[in-house]
């Protein structure tokens, strides 16, 4: 069975930082991608970000750009989001996935995390 285990989320002030994690196990993830999404209360579900499985196509949604770095360790299973300068609307469950990626948004996750809440206070 597949699994996808985040952790590190959790309540800080705007403009603090926080990092997430995500172990994959129960089978190989070899060649897929693993990207973050969202979900703030009342919206839909977005990307946040994605990463090949080499790391070298990386994609970003716009409003996180410059703030937000994601990265892998296919060694460990494990795909990380660092989050800088969080805003009140960075509030939201992130959830990791894997799949096949692409590049841009071209990703389709078959495989979910149950999520972490991030919150951001003002």
């Known amino acids: 069975q597949v699994q996808l285990i985040e952790s590190g989320g959790g309540l800080v002030q705007a403009g603090g930082s926080l990092s997430l994690s995500c172990v994959a196990s129960g089978r190989t993830f070899s060649s897929l991608g693993m990207g973050w999404f969202r979900q703030a209360p009342g919206k839909k579900r977005e990307i946040v970000s994605i990463i090949s499985w080499s790391g070298s196509l990386i994609y970003y949604t716009d409003s996180v750009k410059g703030r937000f770095t994601v990265s892998r360790d296919n060694g460990k299973n494990t795909l990380y989001l660092h989050m800088d300068s969080l805003k009140p609307e960075d509030t939201a469950v992130y959830y990791c996935?894997?799949?096949?990626?692409?590049?841009?948004?071209?990703?389709?996750?078959?495989?979910w995390g149950q999520g972490t809440q991030v919150t951001v206070s003002s």
């Open positions: 996935t894997a799949g096949m990626y692409y590049g841009n948004t071209n990703y389709d996750p078959d495989y």
